[in-house]
């Protein structure tokens, strides 16, 4: 029932699906090449408890930082924007998003887009009220500083009609269509993930 | 029906740090958190609710990062806010810092049907950080975990406004967002962030003192989201509500956001509020006594009863 593809050149998708989802691995930096003021500070720590306390989040990852919150968040801002510009009939756009880093830019502050710590539910509810044309982006790109993550992407369409104008976005895009690990999954109508 | 977004019923606590620091496991604190949260939940909820779950959403500043960053643990918050009261949280709003209300309450009237939502304002701190006690810009800060019942109205359309990015604090435009809101719906008081001197007497010079909701900075310290609805909580404790009332509430995050909002108050909004001790054991102890909210009817009963006697 489900169309899969590790490449998104071929994918023959036209009608008949309700939602696509691309989901792969960021293994470079947008910005290679480019320098830019780091973002690492220290802590303001003073006494034994708040070393103690803040050395949770000292765990090891096997994927190295490849932006600054401030890349991540322009880079994200960057995506919704030329999304909304090549896919008419997004409505909203849920990104996940942890605690507070850089300022964040113009487009994720926008009223048709919300940064929650998991889009999911919150795509279900717009659901559950008939709204579609829905761009969820379930993100765990790691920056510097304390966040976790693996610069893993799930982009998610959700919307019959978008189906199609997502997969031609997501294949010229320049760092999507290089993303490690691609892989395209489409919804049939009438299916929910995982029903094969 | 009402055409603009009514306070339904408010409950504050005002969090006496540290917080939750006899076992200062993460996953313990993250237990306690979701067993306040979910006390508060159950207390704003209309009386004799037995309907389909009402939406709900948490809205954070000071919070850990681990909380809103790491699935694991903001799996392990919702699931006891869930099992705790029947109503899990759609999300957790984090990176909009103090202005996450505005944000939540701008999904919910622009991209569903909803007409009751809860947001709650969850502000304690884990890790116990003394940098976390005050502010260079803003001056003493607080801690309080605040929960909302709101009626959302038929008409969506511009009934929250948020604002940014906007470079250094965004108070200014804030403030002047505020006046120019103010003018359009003519509130009986707005209600703004506990801030110290510098900040509050630009607004107090801009908006009218007068006009303004009492500054608990000197008390409270700041206590990030919760501010405005502390202030309208405590104002409605003094105030004895003959008819219904329009306020603005208003919210500045430092890093450059604001959001404004017109509040519909009446006599019938629920209320209230408590100063809780952080140590576990008070904390489970007020969870447990579980909040009994009033109407501002029921608070100023008497003194209503006696002026319409006199009148």
Partial sequence: MMYRSNTLECAPLTVGFRAVRVSGRLTHSPYAGMPYLSELRPWPLQQPHEYTSIGMFEVPYEQPVIMSSQQRDGWLADLVTSAIQAIPGINLTVIRMGGPESQLPAALLGQDVLLANEPGPVVARTQADDRDGIFEIWQDIRTEGYSEGNNSLVLTMHGAALVAPFVTFAASHPELSRLGDLSLTAVPAGCGWGEE | ?311
């Fill in chain 2, 1 to 311: 029906m009402s055409e603009r977004v009514e306070l339904l019923a408010a409950l504050h606590w005002n969090m006496v740090p540290p917080f939750a620091q006899e076992n200062p496991q993460l996953g313990n604190q993250v237990d306690v958190i979701g067993r306040c949260v979910a006390a508060q939940v159950r207390a704003v909820m209309p009386p004799g609710h037995q309907g389909s779950p009402i939406d709900l959403m948490l809205c954070s500043t000071v919070i850990s990062g681990a909380i809103t960053g790491m699935t694991s643990i903001s799996d392990r918050l919702f699931n006891v806010i869930e099992s705790e009261c029947r109503q899990r949280p759609l999300a957790h709003l984090h990176t909009y810092m103090c202005a996450g209300w505005g944000y939540a309450l701008s999904y919910f009237l622009r991209h569903t049907d909803s007409r009751l939502v809860m947001l709650s304002m969850v502000d304690v701190d884990v890790h116990d950080l003394a940098y976390h006690r005050a502010h260079t810009q803003i001056g003493k800060l607080g801690f309080a975990i605040t929960t909302l019942l709101l009626g959302l109205p038929d008409d969506r359309i511009d009934k929250v406004r948020t604002g940014g990015p906007f470079g250094g604090s965004a108070f200014k435009e804030f403030v002047l967002a505020l006046r120019q809101h103010n003018e359009l719906h003519k509130p009986a008081l707005s209600f703004i962030p506990f801030f110290g001197a510098g900040l509050s007497s630009i607004a107090e010079r801009i908006i009218g003192a007068a006009n303004l909701g009492v500054n608990r900075h000197d008390d409270y310290g700041h206590c990030f989201g919760s501010d405005p609805w502390i202030g309208i909580i405590e104002w409605l404790q003094r105030t004895p509500l003959r008819e219904r009332v329009n306020v603005s509430a208003g919210m500045v995050a430092l890093s450059g956001y604001f959001a404004l909002c017109n509040v519909g108050l009446s006599p019938q909004t629920r209320i209230g509020s408590s100063v809780v001790n952080g140590r576990e054991s008070e904390l489970e102890s007020e969870i447990a006594e579980g909040a009994r909210l009033y109407t501002v009817a029921e608070l100023h009963r008497k003194e209503l009863s006696t002026t319409r006697m006199g009148s």
